[in-house]
């Protein structure tokens, strides 16, 4: 085992599968020579060369055209849209392409790309910087949609996406690249794609979010304990979402009887939605509150000054989780 953060846990499961498959390539903005804005990929095209592992120019419809072209000849692309926000020019290629071309070939074609990107805000950056849309890929059938919150999911959930053989839009939490460190495996691992982690176990509340969302729940959790010790809230890390592991919150509702959502991206048609709609479905004769959802305002992330106004604190998530334990 070796101690690693996000963006190391990432970096090694890149290595890890460029060096076992020759089929795979790396590519995106500044991927190459500088590794990636965030140093991500740091040092991967020193160790496979720069037909492996290359910049692309400025153009993200480009980037993922390029690899849907791969992907048909028989290579394995990996590509880096620098930020999530960035990704609207490929929109194009990622839904009319993409997410169906296996359907459009009746399986004669598969696509398998892997779309990596940094999304989410609390890094006080610029316009296009902060953007939390998981929920949009989510929309497209084809699609498969992974967050990770921790180095060691980053790795095992990224391992698993290289080796899928359909489309992976896979989206870090660049708030927590740096902000946690972890045991993570030093040889290749891999977390099946679709299954939820329960990270605590409770009968009062069931909790469920992903992404760096995730790390205020759990200080909220603590907030909420200290005042009273013997509360069990069962905290689900959704990891995928899509598809959503459906048992896996179903089966936590119906024993907690209550369900409160935390996300970050606008609350509109998001993933808390989702969530709500799959309890009523398979657990609405067990709740004892109606399921709550905590998500982003319906605006666009603000600019640095005003970011903390947008983005939960474990004291409002706290807020929420109270309001519907007392219910």
């Known amino acids: 085992?070796?101690?690693?953060?996000?963006?190391?846990?990432?970096?090694?499961?890149?290595?890890?599968?460029?060096?076992?498959?020759p089929q795979i390539v790396l590519f995106g903005e500044d991927v190459g020579v500088e590794g990636g804005v965030f140093?991500?990929?740091?040092?991967?095209?020193?160790?496979?060369?720069?037909?492996?592992?290359?910049?692309?120019?400025?153009?993200?419809?480009?980037?993922?055209?390029?690899?849907?072209?791969?992907?048909?000849?028989?290579?394995?692309?990996?590509?880096?849209?620098?930020?999530?926000?960035?990704?609207?020019?490929?929109?194009?290629?990622?839904?009319?392409?993409?997410a169906r071309y296996r359907n459009r070939s009746r399986g004669v074609y598969h696509m398998p790309i892997v779309i990596r990107m940094p999304y989410g805000g609390g890094v006080r950056?610029?316009?296009?910087?902060?953007?939390?849309?998981?929920?949009?890929?989510?929309?497209?059938?084809?699609?498969?949609?992974?967050?990770?919150?921790?180095?060691y999911d980053a790795k095992g959930l990224l391992t698993s996406a290289i080796r899928d053989d359909d489309p992976v839009i896979f989206m870090e939490p660049k708030k927590v690249?740096?902000?946690?460190k972890q045991e993570v495996p030093e040889k290749p691992y891999e977390i099946p794609l679709g299954n939820a982690r329960v990270l605590t176990v409770g009968d009062q509340l069931t909790v469920v979010a992903y992404?760096?969302?995730?790390?205020?729940?759990?200080?909220a959790i603590k907030l909420a304990k200290a005042e009273r010790p013997d509360l069990a809230v069962e905290l689900i890390d959704l990891r995928s979402i899509f598809p959503i592991d459906r048992e896996t919150v179903a089966e936590s509702v119906r024993k907690t009887g209550r369900l409160l959502v935390v996300t970050e991206g606008p609350q509109t048609c998001g993933v808390g939605a989702e969530l709500i709609a799959l309890v009523n479905e398979e657990a609405f004769l067990h709740l004892e509150a109606p399921p709550r959802r905590l998500a982003g305002f319906d605006t666009v992330p603000p600019l640095p000054k005003g970011e903390h106004h947008y983005f939960h604190s474990p004291e409002r998530i706290h807020h929420e989780m109270l309001k519907s334990l007392e219910f």
Request: no cysteine.
């Open 125 to 151: 950056a610029l316009e296009h910087h902060s953007e939390s849309f998981e929920s949009v890929f989510a929309h497209f059938p084809g699609l498969k949609v992974v967050i990770p919150a921790t180095p």
């Open 1 to 21: 085992m070796a101690v690693m953060n996000m963006v190391q846990a990432i970096n090694t499961g890149l290595r890890e599968e460029l060096a076992r498959d």
């Open 211 to 219: 992404g760096a969302v995730l790390r205020e729940v759990q200080r």
């Open 39 to 98: 140093r991500v990929t740091e040092n991967l095209q020193k160790e496979f060369g720069p037909k492996r592992v290359f910049d692309s120019p400025l153009a993200e419809s480009g980037i993922v055209g390029a690899a849907v072209g791969m992907a048909m000849n028989g290579l394995r692309p990996v590509v880096e849209i620098q930020f999530s926000g960035f990704v609207y020019p490929a929109m194009n290629q990622i839904i009319s392409h993409v």
């Open 177 to 180: 690249y740096r902000a946690i």
